[in-house]
């Protein structure tokens, strides 16, 4: 079984160190907390981040992905095969799992549960049942609603974090953005969008030179929307900021 499966992270990741330290004390307490809030808030992000720092090096933490899965009957074999379990004939593959699980410390990461949230609740609730040493964190828009739950609802970004993602992914396409004259103009746009992470991350790097120009000269481009997620509600709509950074 995997000692430690928890993905690496292609970028860097900001703040929200206040989430990790209260995160990490109610994983000690509770045996499933869900971090909810609305799509692109970075529950999925702080998750991961949390299996891979905080705990100790004792436990198995194991990341189960579940944005692509639809199917409510999938849940128990994505889960089994992201522990690398197989099933066994004549035995449902549930009691499979929860009897490899039963005597394993792993904290296990249900990860983007909304499409199949009923049988990942269900799904919980026997592992919680059958395996008191295992604990499971989930990312969810909604809570799983399952005895013992703890929800803890992840709000924006703080001012200062909320700046910082902004000119970190802007620099991934223009290496000299940013400045102190550019800072007030940022904080009023990551205020506007709520300091969510996503909408910060597109506006960011959606910044498109309209031809040889100078830092002070950029617009915004429409951000591509993403695979599994709904549209992002207007008011996270980076586009219509655009004119706070023209300063011509
Ligand atoms: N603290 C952070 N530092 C850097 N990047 C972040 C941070 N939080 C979120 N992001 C980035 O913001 C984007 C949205 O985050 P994430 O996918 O975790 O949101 P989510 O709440 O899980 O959304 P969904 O409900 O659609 O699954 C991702 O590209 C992620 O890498
Ligand atoms: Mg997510």
């Known amino acids: 079984m995997p000692a430690q499966h928890v993905p690496v992270e292609l970028n860097r990741f900001i703040g929200r160190e206040r989430d990790l330290a209260e995160l990490a004390r109610?994983?000690?307490?509770a045996r499933l907390v869900t971090v909810t809030g609305p799509g692109g808030?970075?529950?999925?992000r702080l998750a991961g981040r949390l299996l891979s720092q905080s705990l100790d090096s004792q436990i198995s933490a194991v990341v189960v992905q579940l944005a692509a899965t639809s199917d409510p009957e999938l849940v128990v074999h994505v889960v089994a095969s992201?522990?690398?379990?197989?099933?066994?004939?004549?035995?449902?593959?549930?009691e499979t799992l929860a009897s490899r699980l039963r005597h394993g410390r792993f904290v296990i990461l249900l990860d983007n549960c909304d499409r199949v949230l009923d049988s990942t609740a269900l799904l919980a609730q026997t592992l919680l049942d059958a395996c008191p040493t295992v604990r499971l964190v989930a990312t969810s828009r909604e809570p799983l609603n399952v005895p013992g739950e703890i929800v803890w609802p992840l709000q924006g970004l703080p001012e200062v974090q909320a700046v910082a993602l902004f000119i970190e992914r802007?620099?991934?396409i223009h290496r000299d953005f940013g400045g102190t004259q550019v800072v007030p103009a940022l904080v009023d746009?990551?205020?506007?969008?709520?300091?969510?992470?996503?909408?910060?991350e597109r506006t960011g790097r959606a910044l498109?030179?309209?031809?040889?120009?100078?830092?002070?000269?950029?617009?915004?481009?429409?951000?591509?929307?993403?695979r599994h997620s709904p549209p992002l509600n207007p008011r996270w709509d980076g586009q219509r900021l655009s004119g706070r950074l023209r300063t011509h």
């Open 41 to 44: 808030m970075g529950k999925s």
């Open 208 to 226: 498109r030179p309209r031809r040889e120009v100078s830092a002070s000269e950029r617009h915004l481009e429409p951000p591509p929307t993403r």
């Open 170 to 172: 802007a620099r991934q």
């Open 189 to 200: 746009i990551c205020r506007r969008l709520d300091g969510m992470p996503l909408a910060i």
């Open 26 to 29: 109610l994983v000690s307490e």
């Open 82 to 94: 992201s522990l690398a379990i197989r099933g066994e004939s004549g035995q449902p593959l549930i």
